[in-house]
């Protein structure tokens, strides 16, 4: 920004110079930036634009799309103030963030839920159980895996035709995290794609089709797909994904709270804290209104203190969990 | 001439005529490929979002509202990188093409020059967004900016300019040369009073053709950040930024944070609400008339050059 601000004026002194007039000229105050996860990015896509609507331009906020790791990447080198996460912060950009002197506060904003959605004409799979679709998706299943009735001897002879999250998305990181085990383990032969739409279309088409992404494509494809009910063993209530179920806690283990991290030194520019104060105040109308289960409203209340102590580190230590309440992360002690 | 000779020779005739017409045919079917293509988007997006072109998607910012959202900081964006890349790249690709075509000795080393840059035409853009991501962005430090954007897509079309400024040169009769070093010209002379003007018309189809692809350009510019919810304008020169509350400088807005058109339109693409599909159609089409628009122009000056040519 310095730099910038310093180029900035050596050009308008030389066009001064030319035009015979000094130049007055203003440098990049006003400005927060954000840039991360594409799934963060409709929540703080929203708060931004309401935030700047609130001060009338009085600051600027840019939000940016690259990715939860690219994200992490600007962030730790000090290149923006806020990164938007669909997970939480790993141990290599932890390492990372250290190497550069960046701290940050670690702040849970929404919830996001994964849908497994089937054809509307399906009458078979209205509820699965983990185990069976950690059978469909396992690597092992590769090659092996290819009729419905080798999920269950009940289901009917008809081939399993499957769509997913391409390898680049938090979207399938978390899947395989919560359904496989492990993230990133998935077989490979299926329709992968980033584009969650896609996936809306290979499903809606055909009867055989099974597939999984962000609830807030669910709920916007009314009567072209069905979810799933989720079971997490063959004992527990099969329990499908809503605001309501996701917001409660019940809907495990397929939703995952979505996070803020802002730097530390950023933390303390007015602007900055302005941002991030009205995002926890407005982020749970906000994420419903942009198809995002809002929080339960004491985590809202809780990281905003934790903010205000300006609380920084991560609860989770570099790993990614399945099935914590966001109570329970906000009141950890922190790790760096 | 024996009557059987005679008929061989009509069938000859006829055959070949025949060919004639088969390759007359298949030759409109592969123009009409093209065309048929283009049009069949056009109409297929102009379907899709005719509805949402109204004045107010030009004067609103993006939203998370569908129906509210413009392409306001979007064309903006696109307006002002098109004007540095047009700074940039014309007075450095005619200059180029100049020296090369009137100027440069014909050795290996103007060989090289010339393989060079017609081979860089032919470079995948993202290659140009990474050099730029590292030559701009980090060691210019120009940061995600305008400027940064527009030197990239200048350095695209920069090929584009060279190899239509020395076509349209070297369409200039040499006898017009060999005229005015008679009169005692120096070369500066001739190529200022006389290359230049007479090749107005070629630089200018150049340059606008240039311009067409760069606006419509998204990887190179996804590469250096772009991809971004913008919904403030950068600052006008010598007015009072509500930001800072103070009087920006004539050239602040080089180093706003920008968006344009093609990447406004891909991140509607894959939203879930079907209304903001309707936007990103509604882009495409603002993209494919801005387009079609600057070739008409080019068209249009070529045209209008040519007639005022009196040699």
Not at chain 1, 129 to 152: D, S
Not at chain 2, 28 to 56: C, K, Q, S
Not at chain 2, 298 to 310: E, H, Q, S, T, V
């Amino acid at each position: 920004m310095f730099k910038q601000k310093i180029l900035s004026q050596k050009i308008s002194a030389i066009a001064g110079l030319l035009a015979g007039a000094v130049l007055a000229h203003a440098a990049h105050a006003g400005l927060v930036k954000v840039d991360g996860s594409s799934t963060v990015y409709p929540v703080t896509e929203a708060v931004a634009e309401e935030f700047q609507k609130a001060v009338k331009g009085k600051t600027k906020v840019t939000v940016g799309i690259s990715g939860t790791g690219g994200g992490f990447k600007k962030f730790c080198r000090g290149e923006t103030d806020i990164s938007n996460a669909s997970r939480p912060i790993l141990k290599q950009e932890m390492e990372a963030c250290k190497n550069n002197g960046i701290q940050y506060i670690e702040l849970p904003v929404a919830f996001d839920a994964l849908t497994v959605i089937i054809n509307p004409k399906n009458n078979w799979a209205n509820e699965l159980t983990v185990a069976e679709l950690k059978k469909m998706y396992e690597p092992a299943a590769q090659g092996k895996i290819t009729n419905w009735n080798q999920i269950r001897p009940t289901f009917p002879n008809a081939p399993l035709k499957l769509a997913g999250a391409g390898a680049d998305s938090g979207t399938f990181d978390y899947f395989t995290e919560a359904i496989v085990g492990k993230a990133k383990s998935s077989r490979g032969d299926y329709l992968a794609t980033e584009d969650d739409n896609v996936t809306v279309q290979f499903v809606e088409r055909d009867v055989n089709a099974i597939g999984y992404l962000g609830l807030a494509y669910y709920v916007e494809n009314p009567g072209k797909l069905k979810a799933v009910a989720i079971k997490m063993d063959d004992k527990s209530p099969a329990v499908l994904p809503s605001l309501e179920t996701v917001n409660k806690g019940t809907y495990q283990p397929l939703s995952r709270p979505i996070f803020i991290y802002v730097n530390r030194k950023s933390a303390d520019n007015p602007e900055v804290a302005a941002f991030v104060e009205f995002y926890l105040k407005n982020g749970a109308k906000l994420s419903k209104e942009v198809g995002y289960v809002d929080l339960p409203a004491k985590a809202y209340t809780l990281a905003l203190e934790n903010f205000k102590k300006r609380k920084i580190g991560t609860a989770f230590g570099g790993e990614a969990e399945v099935g914590v309440s966001v109570e329970e992360l906000l009141a950890r002690e922190a790790k760096h | 001439m024996q009557a059987q000779e005679i008929q061989t020779l009509r069938a000859l005739i006829a055959r070949h005529k025949r060919y004639d017409i088969l390759f007359g045919v298949i030759g409109l079917l592969a123009t009409l490929v093209g065309v048929i293509t283009l049009l069949a988007l056009f109409i297929d997006l102009l379907m899709d979002g005719y509805a949402r072109v109204t004045p107010e998607f030009f004067t609103n910012f993006p939203s998370r509202r569908a129906e509210q959202s413009g392409i306001l900081s979007a064309w903006v964006g696109s307006a002002l990188v098109m004007l540095v890349t047009v700074f940039a790249a014309v007075p450095m690709g005619v200059a180029a093409a100049i020296y090369l075509e009137e100027y440069a000795p014909r050795n290996w080393v103007t060989d090289l020059i010339e393989i060079n840059v017609t081979n860089l035409a032919g470079v995948p853009s993202i290659v140009y967004g990474l050099l730029a991501l590292g030559l701009f962005v980090y060691i210019l430090d120009f940061g995600q900016s305008i400027l940064s954007a527009g030197l990239t897509l200048a350095l695209l079309i920069l090929p584009v300019i060279i190899v239509a400024t020395r076509e349209s040169l070297r369409a200039i009769p040499i006898a017009i040369r060999e005229a005015a070093y008679a009169l005692g010209a120096t070369r500066w002379q001739m190529v200022s009073q006389h290359l230049i003007p007479y090749s107005m018309g070629g630089i200018l189809t150049g340059v606008i053709i240039g311009m067409a692809r760069a606006i419509g350009e998204t990887a190179p510019v996804i590469t250096i950040g772009a991809l971004t919810f913008i919904a403030f304008l950068p600052p006008l020169p010598y007015t009072i930024d509500p930001a800072t509350d103070q009087v920006a400088g004539l050239f602040d807005w080089l180093f706003s944070p920008f968006t344009v058109l093609p990447i406004q339109m891909f991140n509607w693409v894959s939203r879930p609400q079907p209304a903001f599909l309707q936007n990103a159609a509604a882009t495409g089409v603002v993209i494919i008339v801005a387009t079609l628009g600057m070739n008409a122009l080019a068209i249009w000056l070529r045209y209008r050059i040519r007639k005022n040519l009196k040699w």
